[in-house]
């Protein structure tokens, strides 16, 4: 299955400034997503991110608030703009393993990043 | 719509024990059903799928989820915990067709005691 490497794996951040999330995967994939984890709940998907395309946002999440760049094949950036304490959470990117006739394999999640917003 | 509905927030149970984590789902079409685990400061790791074929699935590190439709239902079992097993473990969906989308359970937090 793909190997996904995530940085930073956590941040303490100001409110009102931003920060960038790396994703880069060991293999090219068609779809990558991001997903929202917040304290104490389950995830959210935020957007998937296509090559080539613009995202595309989930019910709740806009572009200016959470842009994505997808330059290539292997690699994805997540940014968490104008933050404030309600964006603390842990953010994690996600490819999909594989597809089959029958449907797909599951999905191969990065490590997080833990983010804090002061 | 689909949802996924883990009853339990948190499950302690002593090392050598049997555990189950209780998955219920709610979907007006069919679905793939899966578990996740994630341990501390880690990201999500597939567990086992049930995407179509026998109910009982088995899954890695012992673990094991039966399929059951008229109750909606998607347990997850394991006849003997380790300390190691201490985690996060999610119930997933999705649909069998169209969208690619998962719907995650909020987790139930499996504590193996020693």
């Known amino acids: 299955s793909a190997v996904i490497s995530q940085k930073p794996s956590r941040d303490i951040c100001q409110r009102g400034t931003s920060l960038t999330i790396q994703c880069q995967v060991d293999s090219q994939v068609t779809m990558m997503f991001w997903y929202r984890q917040q304290p104490g709940q389950s995830l959210t998907l935020i957007a998937t991110?296509?090559?080539?395309?613009?995202?595309?946002?989930e019910s709740g999440f806009v572009i200016d608030k959470f842009p994505i760049s997808r330059p290539n094949l292997t690699f994805s950036t997540l940014t968490v703009s104008n933050m404030s304490p309600e964006d603390s959470s842990i953010y994690l990117c996600s490819v999909e393993e594989g597809w089959t006739g029958i449907g797909n394999y599951g999905y191969t999640f990065g490590s997080g990043t833990r983010l804090t917003v002061v | 719509a689909q949802s996924v509905t883990q009853l339990d927030s948190q499950v302690p149970v002593f090392e050598e024990a049997p555990v189950e984590l209780r998955c219920n789902y709610s979907s007006s079409v069919s679905v793939y059903l899966f578990w996740y685990v994630q341990y501390p400061n880690q990201g999500l790791q597939l567990l086992l799928k049930?995407?179509?074929?026998?109910?009982l699935v088995k899954g890695i590190n012992g673990f094991e989820a039966e399929f059951n439709k008229s109750q909606t239902s998607f347990h997850l079992r394991k006849p003997s915990v380790h300390i190691s097993d201490t985690a996060e473990y999610f119930c997933a969906v999705s649909l069998t067709s169209g969208t690619y989308k998962y719907i995650f359970g909020t987790g139930t937090r499996l504590k193996v005691l020693a």
């Open positions: 991110a296509n090559q080539g395309s613009e995202a595309t946002y």
């Open positions: 049930y995407l179509s074929g026998s109910t």
